[in-house]
């Protein structure tokens, strides 16, 4: 919250977007799909340990309702030492660095896993953060959780990202997220925030379903 001008610290003060509607209907989701999910994420958490050696999930700082960095659970889809691989190939390929500044992704990164780009392409990664949605710290349906040096990127659309929870899925992943620029993805997730509605959640949690089985709408 350090970064964020007076205004915008002041229109965060209220509610996150949906109120008490939204939040129920978040914890019913997440709750249910937990426990349809686990016998999937008991199997991933092994393959990972036994494919890598490593940990199995990992977490990130993101940007949350009304400025509060959380740490947004993923299943770990990178190598162990991801940064410094990262660091090595942009310097040997520095055509490559325009996109990674970009967009904060790479096409072929060579930091993720054979097992990684499965659970990415299907999606598998992001179940952890349903504990996120039953924390508090991120609603099923909602804008891409951003990490803080994105917030500047989000521009007039910034107090739009801080009234509400980031999502596990939302207008990006139903848009086709991976092949989305920068300032589209802003948009939608602007769009979102000005016409949202449980019935609008309900339909982008239905077309989920279908998103995620295609592998080229997928991350």
Same mark, same amino acid.
């Given at each position: 919250?350090?970064?964020?001008?007076?205004?915008?610290?002041?229109?965060?003060?209220?509610?996150?977007?949906?109120? *008490?509607?939204? =939040?129920?209907?978040? /914890?019913?989701?997440?709750?249910?799909?937990?426990?349809?999910?686990?016998?999937?994420?008991?199997?991933?958490?092994?393959?990972?340990?036994?494919? @890598?050696?490593?940990?199995?999930?990992?977490?990130?700082?993101?940007?949350?309702?009304?400025?509060?960095?959380?740490?947004?659970?993923?299943?770990?889809?990178?190598?162990? &030492?991801?940064?410094?691989?990262?660091?090595?190939?942009?310097?040997?390929?520095?055509?490559? @660095?325009?996109?990674?500044?970009?967009?904060?992704? *790479? =096409?072929?990164?060579? =930091?993720?896993?054979?097992?990684? !780009?499965?659970?990415?392409?299907?999606? /598998?990664?992001?179940?952890?953060?349903?504990? &996120?949605? *039953? =924390?508090?710290?991120?609603?099923?349906?909602?804008?891409?959780? #951003?990490?803080?040096?994105?917030?500047?990127?989000?521009?007039?659309?910034?107090?739009?990202?801080?009234? @509400?929870?980031?999502?596990?899925?939302?207008? !990006?992943?139903?848009?086709?997220?991976?092949?989305?620029?920068?300032?589209?993805?802003?948009?939608?997730?602007?769009?979102?925030?000005? &016409?949202?509605?449980? !019935? /609008?959640?309900?339909? #982008?949690?239905?077309?989920?379903?279908?998103?995620?089985?295609?592998?080229?709408?997928?991350?």
């Amino acid at each position: 919250m350090a970064d964020l001008s007076p205004s915008l610290r002041a229109g965060t003060t209220n509610p996150p977007l949906g109120g *008490i509607s939204k =939040r129920f209907m978040d /914890l019913v989701v997440a709750i249910s799909a937990l426990v349809m999910a686990a016998p999937v994420m008991i199997v991933v958490a092994l393959l990972i340990r036994i494919t @890598t050696g490593g940990p199995a999930m990992f977490s990130h700082s993101r940007v949350g309702f009304g400025g509060k960095p959380f740490n947004c659970y993923k299943f770990r889809t990178m190598v162990a &030492n991801s940064d410094e691989v990262l660091k090595a190939y942009l310097e040997a390929n520095p055509q490559v @660095t325009a996109e990674w500044e970009e967009t904060h992704k *790479i =096409r072929d990164d060579p =930091r993720v896993t054979s097992l990684g !780009w499965i659970l990415r392409k299907s999606s /598998l990664d992001e179940l952890p953060q349903l504990f &996120n949605v *039953i =924390r508090g710290d991120m609603s099923c349906v909602g804008p891409r959780p #951003i990490v803080k040096d994105e917030l500047k990127r989000y521009g007039d659309h910034l107090e739009e990202y801080l009234r @509400t929870r980031p999502g596990v899925t939302g207008l !990006w992943q139903v848009s086709g997220r991976s092949s989305m620029d920068y300032p589209s993805r802003v948009a939608l997730d602007s769009q979102y925030v000005r &016409n949202w509605s449980i !019935w /609008l959640d309900l339909a #982008i949690l239905f077309r989920t379903v279908f998103a995620v089985m295609r592998f080229d709408r997928a991350s």
